[in-house]
């Protein structure tokens, strides 16, 4: 008898729903499949007697992003508005989720997985955890509404500045910058027992109000902003420096970009 292996896993504990990227050959990277998977996987959250999602990644990282294989097939171009639109739909039901959402963060947390990582209610990471919102590097925009997500921790002018440099930051770095809320020493499974048993005592109902208001205010604009990603990143995607940091991304070296 064969076991399947789901590249997204939920599972329950209580008031509690745990969801698990399960790509580690790839370092949890999402790809079209694990995206559509992933949406699922929320709304099935969303539908259930919970009060809070942990999400965390299976093997040695988090998420390392966007998977670069995904942007190298040839219908890539063809396919663009249908993973952009998931992607859309992913970070506004994981925005909008009623429940308290926690990511747990180890190893590598990139470009498409930090904007996931971002959209949740409060984030721990690993001490050895390496951020970056490092889509520069291939001439790309960030997407998955991370424009929002980052102006909303650490306002216009340091989001920009994230962006733009695309650096990797370990874990005291993103923390000093309040791009996450609690650096993790040693055990990644006790700290989430912890915040976890820390919140359980706070009133769900109140958790859930105080969200939703903030949710609802910010709605809007988080979807004006998923619909701008879209339509600037469709433009990068075409344009010759997207192609050349692909090309030096294969060919692991340093890309030149403004070519005339």
Not at 72 to 101: A, C, G, N
Not at 123 to 128: D, N, P, R, W
Not at 162 to 168: C, L, N, R, Y
Not at 222 to 227: A, D, G, H, T
Request: hydrophobic fraction near 45%; avoid cysteine; charge should be negative.
């Amino acid at each position: 008898m064969t076991v399947e292996t789901k590249i997204i896993e939920v599972a329950y504990e209580g008031r509690v729903a745990i969801l698990t990227l399960n790509r580690p050959s790839s370092l949890n990277s999402l790809n079209m499949e694990m995206l559509t998977e992933f949406v699922q996987g929320l709304k099935e959250v969303r539908d259930s007697e919970t009060d809070f999602l942990v999400l965390k990644g299976n093997g040695k990282a988090f998420s390392a992003g966007g998977d670069i294989k995904m942007m190298l097939s040839p219908d890539s171009h063809e396919s663009f508005d249908k993973v952009m639109d998931v992607i859309s739909e992913l970070i506004t039901t994981l925005y909008t989720l009623p429940q308290m959402t926690i990511s747990a963060l180890h190893g590598a947390v990139a470009g498409l997985g930090l904007s996931i990582a971002l959209a949740s209610d409060y984030i721990l990471a690993e001490k050895q955890t390496k951020v970056a919102m490092n889509f520069i590097g291939i001439a790309l925009i960030p997407d998955g509404a991370g424009h929002f997500l980052l102006e909303k921790r650490l306002g216009a002018h340091k989001a920009k500045q994230i962006i733009w440099k695309g650096d990797v930051l370990t874990a005291d770095q993103a923390y000093d910058l309040e791009l996450v809320d609690e650096v993790v020493e040693d055990n990644m499974v006790e700290a989430v027992d912890k915040a976890l048993a820390y919140w359980k005592q706070k009133p769900a109902s109140a958790l859930r109000e105080t969200k939703n208001i903030y949710v609802k205010s910010s709605l809007p604009h988080l979807q004006s902003i998923l619909e701008m990603e879209k339509v600037a990143q469709s433009k990068m995607r075409k344009s010759a420096d997207h192609l050349e940091g692909i090309q030096a991304f294969v060919e692991k070296r340093k890309p030149v970009f403004n070519k005339k």
